[in-house]
Structure formats: C-alpha cells, structure tokens
C-alpha cells in the first residue's frame, strides 16, 4: 500500500450500494419524521411541529383509532409469541432427533405455508372458514365440535385473534428453521456428556438444549416483534383497508395506509400518515434497543 | 450410540406429531388446488374429495385467463424480482468487498449505516418514497419498485456477503496483485465466483419477500401495466369474490409460481438458513 494515494476504487465499490441506500431508504425514512412536523392549511404546507402527534394521541377522533390499532398490534404480537415460537421450537426439536427419517420431507413441507403470500393465505382461508363454503364446520362436525363453530373472521370478538392465528399458520416456518439450525450446532459431546450423567430426552431437551438455543430464540422474538409491528398485508387481504369487523383487526400498519393513502370516503392526509410511520418507527426502534441493550447483552453465550 | 435418546414408542409420537404437523400446514393449499378443478357444484357438494370425471371443470381457470391480465402479471413479477436481485447482489458484493478487503477511516462506521437498514422496515419511509417517486416520475414504473427493494434487500446482502468475503485467502488476490491484475479484475475474476454460495443464499432470501410483497406494489405501481402477481390476484380476486371457481382458480395459478420456485431453490434455502447466514 503506497502513501497518500486516493484509492479510488474503494469509492467505486461502495457508491452504488451507498446511494442506493440512501437516497431510497435512509434519506425517505428522515424525510418521512421531517414530514410529520408539517400540514397542509390551505393548499400550503405549514410547519406545525409536534401538533400531528398531540392530535393523534389526545384528539378524541385520532386517539380511538391509534390506541385501538395500537393495543390490537400488541396482542397480535402477543399471540405470535405465545403459539408460533413454542410451536416452532417444538417442531424443531422434534425435527433435529437423530436418525429421524424422512426429517427433510417434514421440514420442507412445513416451510411452505411462509413462501405463498398474504393475498394467497388471507383468501384461503377466507374461503375455508367461510359459513357458505361449509368446510370448516364440516370438519368440526366430524370430531363432534359442531357447536364451537363462529363464523370466526365476521365477529368483531374473535377476529383479531383467529387472524393472528392465521399469520402464525404461515409463519411458523421460520422460527422452525433458525431453531433447527441452532440445535444443530450443538455439538453431540455435550449430550453424550449429559447421557452419562442419565440426563436423556425431554430433559437433556429442557436442561441442555434449551439454555444452549436461547440466543436464537432472542433473535426470533426480535424479528417477530419488527415484523408484527408493520404488517398490513395479511389484514388487507383478507379484510381490506378498513379492518373490519368494525376496525376490530386493525393494526398499525394498516391503519397508516388508511391515512396517508384515502380510503373511500376518507381523504389521504400524507402528514398524518408520517406521524403515525413516526410513531411505528418509534415503537420498533424501542423495541430493537431493548432487544439489544436489555437482552442481548445480558444473555449468557456459550462457547460451544 | 443413541439407544437410550430412541425408543419404538417415542418415535411413533414423533412421526404423529410431524404428521399432523404437516397436514395442517398442507390442508389449505390442497383444498384451493383440488377445488379449482371442479364444477360449482361440487366445490359446494363436497368440498374435500378430489375432483372426479363429473365434477371436473376448468371453468375458472377460462374466466380468470379471460378477464385478468395473468400472464402480463407474471412478466412484471418476474422483471421486478430478477432486477432487483441482480442490483442486491452486485451494489451489495461491490459494497462488501470494499468494507471487508480495504482497511480506510470511516470502515467500520460504513458497516454500521448500511447495517442499519437491517433492523429498520423500509416501509416506515413510504410516504417520502411515494412523495420522491412521484416528483422523479417513477411513479406506476417498474423501476420505483426495483429500486426500493434493491434498497430493502442492501443491508443484510452487504452483512452476509462481507461475512464471506473475510475468509477468501489473501494469499490468492495478493497473487493476483503481483501478477498485475487491477483491484476490479481482483474483485470480479478472482472474489465472485468464490463467494457465488453466499450469493445463491442472499438471492434465495430476498425472491420470496420481493415476489410477495403488497405494499409498495399498491403504493407506487398499481397501474394496470404494472401490478404484479401479487397485487393483480389481490384485484382479480376482489372483483369476483362470488364467482368462486374464478377465485380458486386465480389463487391456485398464484400459488403455483411460487411453489415452483420452492421447489428449485428449496435446497439452497434451507442450506442458507441452516449454515447461520442469519446468526
């Protein structure tokens, strides 16, 4: 390496990558909090400061639907975390047994639900809970559990939750993986260890494995967090834009599309829309330095 | 050597539990695929057994051929999902290369920025996109959509690529720098085709994400010329919610594209998320 000598190249290396990023998603995401600082007052654009966001927390109007979108947010969080990660760490303790036969047929086939999109699973099962269609009681009735059928995604008490359900239908796929593969790692010694010592099966699982995975398991509760908190797609699909019944499944992210786009009757209002992207961005942002700070540095490694 | 881990009676709970497993997660899909091959009637009549000699009927499957634009869908899909992936993986090798071949002040804030973005959905900024999107007169093309999820895709491809790069042998771009070569050639002769795994596996990352995306397709291109796959089945199915052989054979003609991409690249997938490119 000579002295002193612009090495232009690495400029070249990183440009396109740089100005990409940029221009299309660092430079909007500031342009976007910049945004919510203004309104529009007679065909002008006026600097308000923080009114958006009083009006979005206080204003009677603004507040029931942010908090309502807020609190169902939480509790679609809530049930990702509740049934899809135990039901994906089980999956994959199950799949990582030795000697398992067909293990990569399973796994595969379980996968496939998280590559169709929304539109494909928010439709289906549209259709499959659908009273008209009949096959969701039907399957009911042959188990002896007519009784318990509702017409789940038109009750303004159950949607929500059977949404989220759905959500984890798809996305169990995930957590299933990234546990495989950290199960994986764990090196055969260390259960051989453990067998010696009589510690075999589901508590090698619990004793063993289990402290061993956790840092995996923060890494989904994280990514499951970031993704809760701006979904949109699967409520669009299979509610539209205004969540219904009566905005019983609307969240964040869809209640931004509502905002800042117009829907129907409602004109587009990009302003306000931005306060509640600030208001996302906050929640995540919160949500990662916690993630970072609070757990991940507390949690204990392994050297495996 | 595991005989005590495995006996008879476990494993069969295991396969009943892996059973059930699976066939809860395969019964929605075959239950669209079946029933968009049957007459209206017997979708109704009896929903769950496969289609047979009376009831088979590709009525749905005209309607949809004839009213929707499929296969102008796909085109667009495919086109937005190859060029942004083809942009993720060469601006985000080109940046992963520099950040992890040359030593240079600011390298490692540079890591950080671009690491920023893995964290943070790009979605948060849509309003600022739409508002840029518009004024450059991107709006409603294919381009606004690839350049955003060239962006989205930039963090993690430029994170999971320098990763790799790092244990490419010095020894051998050193050779090829006494030889003479310039630090591009280094770069796409001798790098490249030694970190195309890694590649394979960023690419295999962001095709699902892209190819199912709605949002930005709804937001910046929902003109008739440049909906996707994606945000034209979400039309189409919308506009023919009682029709339901056109449903359900819409949504199995955009069931199928995917699973047959699945199934290419499956191996790659699993081998990517198995090796802990996402640790």
Known sequence: ?304 | MNQARSTPFNKAAMHGALILYTLIALFPVFVILINSFKTRRAIFREPLSLPDADSFSLIGYQTVLKQGDFFLYLQNSMIVTVASLFFVLLFGAMAAFALSEYRFRGNMWMGLYLALGIMIPIRIGTVAILDMMVATGLVNTLWALILVYTAQGLPLAVFILSEFMRQVSDDLKNAGRIDGLSEYTIFFRLVLPLVRPAMATVAVFNMIPIWNDLWFPLILAPGEETKTLTLGSQVFIGQFVTDWNAVLSALSMAILPVLLLYVIFSRQLIRGITSGAVK
């Not at chain 1, 309502?68 to 994906?88: C, D, E, R, S, T």
């Not at chain 1, 949404?163 to 798809?170: D, E, M, T």
């Not at chain 1, 209640?255 to 409602?266: A, D, K």
Request: with cysteine; glycine share 8%; proline share 5%.
């Open chain 1, 1 to 304: 390496m000579q002295t002193r000598r612009i090495r232009w190249h690495i400029a070249v290396f990183l440009a396109p990558a740089v100005i990409v990023y940029t221009a299309v998603m660092i430079f909007p995401l500031f342009n976007t909090l910049r945004l919510a600082l203004f309104s529009r007052i007679d065909q002008e654009r006026v600097f308000v400061g923080l009114q958006n966001f009083r009006t979005l927390f206080f204003d009677p109007i603004w507040a029931e639907q942010f908090w309502n979108a807020l609190g169902n947010n939480f509790w679609f969080f809530i049930i990702h975390m509740l049934v899809q990660n135990p039901i994906g760490i089980a999956l994959a303790a199950l799949l990582s047994h030795p000697r398992l036969r067909f293990a990569a047929l399973y796994r595969s086939a379980i996968f496939i639900p998280t590559i169709l999109s929304f539109v494909i699973v928010g439709f289906a099962w549209k259709l499959i809970l659908s009273p008209i269609w009949g096959i969701a009681p039907g399957i009911l009735d042959a188990v002896g559990l007519k009784s318990l059928f509702a017409p789940w995604l038109g009750k303004e008490d159950y949607a929500l939750t059977t949404l989220a359900l759905i959500s984890v239908w798809q996305f169990v796929g995930i957590p299933m993986m990234l546990i495989y593969a950290a199960l994986l790692s764990i090196p055969e010694e260390i259960l051989e260890a453990g067998e010696i010592d009589g510690i075999v099966g589901a508590s090698a699982f619990w004793k063993i494995k289990l402290p061993l995975i956790l840092p995996s398991i923060g890494i989904i509760s994280i990514l499951t967090f970031v993704g809760n908190f701006n979904a949109f797609d699967l409520i669009y699909a299979a509610q539209g834009a205004l969540a219904g019944p009566n905005f019983s499944t609307d969240i964040l992210g869809t209640f931004m599309y509502r905002t800042f786009f117009g829907f129907q009757l409602q004109l587009g209002d990009p302003h306000m829309g931005s306060a509640i992207a600030g208001a996302m961005f906050a929640i995540i942002l919160i949500g990662v330095c916690i993630y970072l700070f609070g757990i991940q540095t507390r949690m204990r490694r392994y050297q495996l």
